[in-house]
């Protein structure tokens, strides 16, 4: 009995320490961003700042070679475990190792021929020479080494030492953030000392992964003899749906900006890729409720509980839909005082920093939209269905991204065209195809499965809305471009908001859980 408790609170204690480091990670990734972006786009301009976010997008595309094999080599290696067999457990170890050796190698040997196409793609200002030549190679090399170690990622996902993961990710994080504030204080760093300064802490962090993996999986053997074919198709087949929505995920968000910066001038992509990075950095903390019912989803699914299942589906998806809107109202009304406090300088034009409020409004809208799929999303992968989550994730994504271009390339909206185009992809794969998958699954039509979620929050944020624009007309505060009218209409929003979703949005149960609590405190 000792033993057992032994071991079930040593789970529990691993459990919570990979929740609390992960979201740390988290966190520690959003405070750099919030830390560094302003102090390159101070010291570049935005218009350079737009190069250097292509050449760390263009990172993103290469590690889609990594074709989902951290997927794929976490689940063989923790099933093959399980099952002591050892042997068939080092094949997929060895095989994944070398296979995304041979990947970023060639990824290496391609850096000039992909150097020179990038220059050729896009019009980079005369003044900086060779500059992002060399920029782009530095880039595609530390990415292409960086491939296979990444293979230690699934190393230590096997074993469910998600902390190990986040500690040495949290170390690279902080040597990046230490570097960056030493050298745009004391120097003046040009393009490839942002790039070493950059990726070599990524890359130390993923060396120390890879050994702390090989270290945790000792009893695995490395021999270019356990290496074949077989288990690389295997791995890939298995891999294909999570690659596909890696795919549109990327598609979203780097591809979009790539095509802005074609298209219409490497000035302007600062203005759409910004309001991406800032859409992106809130979402895992949006996803939280929908990947908390992971689990849970499975557990239900296979007591076909689906009835009572959808009761919690709709309580979480009101929660995650009111706090969205609140988001997409927050930026409307304060977004151009927060941008202009975080980017603002003298390099930095007043016109492009309310591009980025509108663009952020734009692409959060069609995130609070796509709010049902995000949740069924992660239910339909949960209950086996992952494939149908992906191919409503995929065409969703191209058909945004086309829709996007075409109103760039032939409308005057410039990158709002493309924000547009972002916000139709979420709306297509979230409000579309996954909701309707999600119906299915449920077995209740399309419209109970969305109104059931969004109408009383939407018709409380408009509420707000409403009531703000009335007590600011009573008491005479009409000049609508003041930042205060904006800073009072977002305060009476909230207020209204707070209150509205106590009474009409939080479900009684977890009201009760509330009082409860501070009743003991």
């Not at 020179?116 to 990415?143: A, C, H, R």
């Not at 989550?389 to 065209?417: C, K, R």
Request: some cysteine; hydrophobic content about 55%; aromatic content about 14%.
């Amino acid at each position: 009995m000792n033993i057992n408790s032994s071991k079930q609170t040593l789970s529990l204690k691993q459990t919570l320490k990979n929740v609390f480091s992960s979201w740390g990670k988290r966190s520690l990734e959003i405070l750099v961003m919030l830390i560094t972006v302003p102090i390159i786009t101070r010291h570049f301009g935005l218009e350079l700042m737009g190069i250097w976010l292509l050449a760390t997008q263009l990172s993103q595309h290469i590690f889609l070679l990594e074709l989902g094999f951290n997927t794929s080599l976490t689940r063989f290696l923790s099933r093959y475990r399980a099952k002591n067999n050892l042997r068939s457990a080092s094949m997929y170890l060895s095989t994944s190792i070398i296979f995304l050796l041979i990947i970023g190698i060639t990824v290496i040997i391609l850096s000039p021929l992909i150097a020179t196409l990038f220059d050729k793609m896009f019009l980079f200002p005369s003044e900086l020479g060779n500059q992002v030549y060399w920029l782009i190679i530095l880039v595609t090399s530390l990415t292409g080494i960086n491939l296979s170690l990444r293979t230690g990622i699934g190393m230590l996902s096997s074993k469910h030492l998600f902390d190990r993961i986040a500690l040495w990710e949290s170390v690279g994080l902080l040597i990046r953030l230490v570097l960056i504030i030493f050298y745009f204080y004391f120097y003046d760093p040009n393009f490839i000392q942002l790039a070493l300064i950059t990726f070599l802490p990524s890359l130390f962090g993923s060396l120390m992964i890879f050994f702390d993996g090989l270290k945790s999986n000792r009893d695995l053997i490395l021999s270019k003899d356990l290496i074949t074919t077989k288990v690389v198709k295997r791995m890939i087949s298995i891999s294909g749906a999570a690659f596909v929505i890696t795919i549109s995920a990327v598609i979203v968000r780097q591809t979009s900006s790539m095509l802005a910066g074609w298209k219409i001038g490497v000035d302007q992509v600062a203005t759409l890729a910004f309001p991406i990075l800032i859409v992106f950095a809130i979402l895992p903390f949006i996803s939280i409720g929908a990947t908390l019912m992971s689990p849970v989803a499975s557990q239900m699914d296979a007591e076909n509980k689906q009835k009572s299942f959808y009761g919690l589906y709709v309580v979480i998806g009101r929660y995650v839909f009111s706090m969205v809107t609140l988001i997409v109202i927050g930026f409307y009304f304060l977004g151009d005082l927060l941008f202009g406090l975080w980017l603002g300088g003298p390099k930095v034009d007043s016109n492009a920093l309310n591009e980025i409020t509108k663009n952020v409004v734009i692409i959060f809208s069609g995130v609070a939209l796509a709010i049902p799929g995000f949740i069924l999303r992660q239910i339909l992968i949960a209950v086996g269905k992952h494939w149908n989550a992906a191919f409503g994730e995929i065409i969703g994504a191209i058909i945004g991204i086309l829709f996007g271009y075409m109103l760039m390339a032939y409308t005057s909206l410039g990158t709002t065209g493309m924000a547009i185009g972002i916000s139709v992809a979420f709306i297509v794969r979230g409000a579309g195809f996954l909701t309707i998958q999600g119906a299915r699954y449920f077995s209740v039509n399309f419209f109970k499965i969305t109104l059931d979620s969004m109408l009383i929050p939407l018709m409380l944020m408009l509420f707000a809305v409403f009531c703000s624009k009335v007590m600011l007309t009573i008491i005479g505060f009409n000049d609508i471009h003041s930042i205060h009218y904006d800073v009072l209409s977002f305060g009476i929003i909230f207020s209204f908001w707070i209150v509205g979703c106590w009474f009409l949005i939080i479900d009684k149960n977890h009201k009760e859980l509330v009082k409860n609590y501070f009743k003991i405190t």
